[in-house]
């Protein structure tokens, strides 16, 4: 059964406040919502002991506005923000999105699509010339959530362009790993 449509009139996307990254409300709010996205989107590929993101990082994406809100102004302030996408440029005229998450009681109602889309005009506003991402993966197995995500990405004309060894890039997590792992790189030319 498809989720109830949102009200898109009391959605708002939009950039950090100066001070918003001393909100301690907010902080937590961003890591429950991204942690419990990267646990079902990346289960079985991890060790029960892994975090996809911290207090202290999301207080400093917060600071740095590298990081896309969006909001529903129709709910109490401490579940008003659904879902997030961090955006940084990295070089090359290239924006890296990643992080990209929604509350788990409003998945599956369109809210994904629309902070990629803010995080395109975001870096259309920046002056970048593409859009980067990296889709991490079980080098073995198929992950249904995973093989989702690469229909969804190729949907929103990002392609493939590169393989990468994740014990080599990322030696530091390799102890918290469940399975092996490969990333790809996908580009999306704006």
Same mark, same amino acid.
């Given at each position: ?53 911290? #207090? ?5 994406? !917060?600071?740095? /506005? %590298?990081?896309? =809100?969006?909001?529903?102004?129709? +709910?109490?302030? &401490? ?39 803010? #995080? ?5 506003? !920046?002056?970048? /010339? %593409?859009?980067? =991402?990296?889709?991490?993966?079980? +080098?073995?197995? &198929? ?46 030319? !704006?």
């Amino acid at each position: 059964m498809a989720a109830a449509p949102m009200e898109k009139e009391s959605l708002q996307l939009r950039m950090p406040t100066d001070q918003e990254h001393t909100n301690q409300k907010l902080v937590d709010r961003l890591v429950d919502v991204v942690n419990e996205a990267y646990t079902f989107g990346e289960a079985g590929m991890w060790s029960s002991e892994f975090r996809r993101t911290t #207090a202290d990082e999301v207080e400093d994406l !917060l600071r740095s /506005k %590298a990081v896309l =809100l969006l909001e529903d102004l129709s +709910r109490p302030a &401490d579940t008003n923000i659904l879902g997030q996408v961090v955006g940084k440029s990295v070089g090359n005229a290239e924006v890296e999105v990643g992080m990209l998450a929604v509350a788990a009681n409003v998945r599956g109602r369109g809210l994904g699509s629309m902070l990629m889309a803010g #995080a395109e005009l975001r870096a259309r506003e !920046l002056g970048a /010339k %593409a859009l980067r =991402l990296e889709l991490l993966t079980p +080098r073995d197995w &198929d992950h249904p959530e995973k093989v989702k995500l690469d229909s969804w990405y190729r949907n929103l004309c990002f392609q493939p362009t590169a393989s990468g060894d994740f014990r080599n890039e990322f030696p530091h997590l390799c102890a918290l790993l469940a399975t092996d792992v490969k990333f790809t790189v996908y580009i999306k030319p !704006l």
